[in-house]
């Protein structure tokens, strides 16, 4: 079972603390930026910032979805959502970029062992990162 990532970038207009505050608020501008990979949505606790408990099932392919319930962290240029039901956790860094900023979506898990930790360590990665650049295009025109 080794570990499995995916990662992508995206430069927004919007200087670091206003990118920082719109991915950790959970309550109206996540749902406004996710996916459509993303089914049912919910804020369980919080909704803004550390604390906050979220739920989603991520349909990643057709055959292959993943019930999350993320519980939120925030430092001062990261927000990290650990899942409860697995050892995902998705890691937004948000770092200056000129007048605006960059912001970088990892995301990593431990994967199967045997031949089909093999397999999942080579098409979760490159169909994820199609899924995190929608977010973060989302979250591009978002923060205008």
């Known amino acids: ?63 292959r979805s993943r019930n999350v319930r993320a519980v939120v962290s925030v430092s001062d240029s990261m927000v990290t959502e650990r899942d409860s039901n697995s050892t995902m956790v998705n890691t937004w860094t948000v770092t200056p970029d000129g007048a605006g900023s960059q912001v970088t979506l990892r995301t990593s898990w431990q994967g199967a062992g045997g031949v ?8 979760a990665p490159l169909g994820l990162k199609k899924i995190q650049a929608e977010v973060l295009g989302n979250l591009k025109n978002e923060l205008g």
Do not use: C, N
């Open 116 to 123: 089909s930790g093999i397999f999942e360590g080579i098409f």
């Open 1 to 63: 079972m080794g570990q499995v990532s995916a990662s992508s970038s995206i430069a927004v207009a919007a200087d670091p603390q206003r990118a920082l505050e719109a991915i950790a608020d959970y309550r109206s501008v996540r749902p406004r930026i996710l996916s459509p990979h993303y089914r049912d949505y919910k804020v369980v606790e919080g909704g803004t910032g550390a604390g906050t408990v979220a739920e989603w099932t991520l349909q990643a392919t057709e055959k």
